[in-house]
């Protein structure tokens, strides 16, 4: 997303790769600025263009947040409407927190007293600049959050260890779901094969999955995803790993031609609205993809072969998809069940009792069912 915005007479490009809240108007701010008149300032949607020390912008956002804090959902039964408030919070949180910019110049320079170098950060997200922008500082932070993560990776044990002994690695993209809840990956490890000749991944992401099929003996896999950033990561993961020769990545919706012996796909686990490229991770407006994956997959399933079907059933559990409406999807595309395979989330917002949706995320499950057509 752009914007064009003036600053004292000068035209200054506002830049945002994750749709963040575009400023009404822009005012130069430097380390004069107290966190309270930033505060009401971000309220206003106006933008404060730093011109001081980086490190003071940094100090200033840090102190920004504890002015607009993470405002909790309230407890209590109706878990849905909790989620939503979670969610609209957030979302407000961010828009005022994203209030506070840097000027950026071609070359993705920041020209601040002590800026970091982003270049590399900036030119993995951002098409070049053609002229003085800005951006928000906490955008960039999560740009270069991100380049940092594809430059170390994340650890996947179920992928075995490199020549180093130490697990192998996924690298992901900003804007790319980074494989760091193993639960899902754990599932497919453990599932058994119903062939080794070919298989599809709907909705790769990074790659992982299909890596894994692949580790795991597979021998030729098209692993596909709708998003661009997705398709890249996944086909420089591919490539890394040296699996390039038996694992193609195409840019699709869901299903490339052709059949196979065994299809996954592990689709965004809840039915909600996504703004971003990262949203659509973990967000599925109307159970598109879900719907979409179950209605698709005996056409291309060889005979007896499998679809597996990675999902989490927190949806259910905050009200956001009825208990039967998973199962009666699955007869409504001609699918049976063979079997099915639980596990329980590890992550630390599981046992977090503060945590609005902890009914709901205390007894979440995930899933692998195995289908195939009835």
Same mark, same amino acid.
């Given at each position: ?28 701010? =430097? ?29 200033? #956002? ?7 804090? %993470? ?12 989620? &939503? ?11 005022? #927190? ?41 955008? #960039? ?15 996947? %044990?179920?992928?075995?260890? @490199? ?24 599932? %497919? ?15 790769? @992401?990074? @790659? ?9 003996? %597979? ?16 086909? =420089? ?90 199962? #009666? ?25 503060? =945590? ?13 069912? &195995?289908?195939?057509?009835?």
């Amino acid at each position: 997303m752009t914007s064009l915005l003036s600053l004292h007479g000068d035209s200054l490009r506002w830049i945002s790769a994750t749709g963040g809240t575009t400023p009404r108007r822009l005012v130069a701010a =430097d380390d004069r600025l107290t966190a309270d008149r930033a505060a009401r300032l971000a309220g206003q949607r106006t933008g404060m263009v730093w011109r001081g020390d980086y490190r003071g912008a940094r100090q200033l #956002l840090t102190a920004l947040g504890r002015r607009i804090p %993470v405002t909790p959902g309230r407890h209590g039964t109706d878990l849905a409407e909790a989620f &939503r408030e979670q969610r609209r919070n957030q979302a407000r949180r961010a828009g005022r #927190l994203g209030m506070l910019l840097v000027p950026i110049e071609p070359g993705f320079v920041i020209p601040l007293r002590n800026a970091p170098d982003v270049t590399r950060a900036c030119a993995e997200v951002y098409p070049e600049l053609d002229g003085p922008s800005v951006i928000a500082l906490r955008e #960039l932070l999560g740009v270069i959050g991100a380049h940092e993560w594809r430059t170390a990776g994340v650890p996947v %044990v179920a992928l075995g260890t @490199g020549p180093d002994g130490a697990p192998v690695r996924i690298r992901p993209r900003h804007g790319v779901f980074a494989p760091t809840r193993n639960e899902y990956i754990d599932l %497919v490890a453990a599932a058994p094969l119903p062939c080794r000749s070919r298989a599809i991944d709907v909705g790769t @992401g990074t @790659g992982v999955l299909a890596a894994l099929l692949a580790t795991r003996g %597979v021998a030729r896999i098209v692993a596909t995803d709708i998003t661009a950033s997705a398709v890249a990561c996944a086909t =420089d993961n591919m490539r890394d790993l040296g699996l390039s020769a038996r694992v193609e990545v195409q840019l699709t919706d869901l299903f490339p031609t052709g059949r196979a012996p065994l299809v996954v796909c592990n689709p965004p686990w809840l039915p909600a609205a996504a703004r971003t490229d990262l949203d659509r991770a973990v967000y599925d407006p109307g159970s598109r993809m879900l719907t979409g994956f179950l209605h698709g997959l005996a056409a291309h399933l060889e005979p007896a072969g499998e679809g597996w079907l990675v999902l989490s059933d927190l949806a259910e559990r905050l009200g956001l998809r009825r208990a039967d409406e998973l199962t #009666l999807a699955i007869h409504a595309a001609g699918l049976r069940v063979i079997a099915r395979t639980d596990t329980t989330p590890a992550h630390s917002r599981a046992a977090d009792p503060r =945590d609005p949706l902890h009914a709901a995320r205390s007894a979440e499950q995930i899933s692998l069912y &195995r289908l195939t057509a009835a």
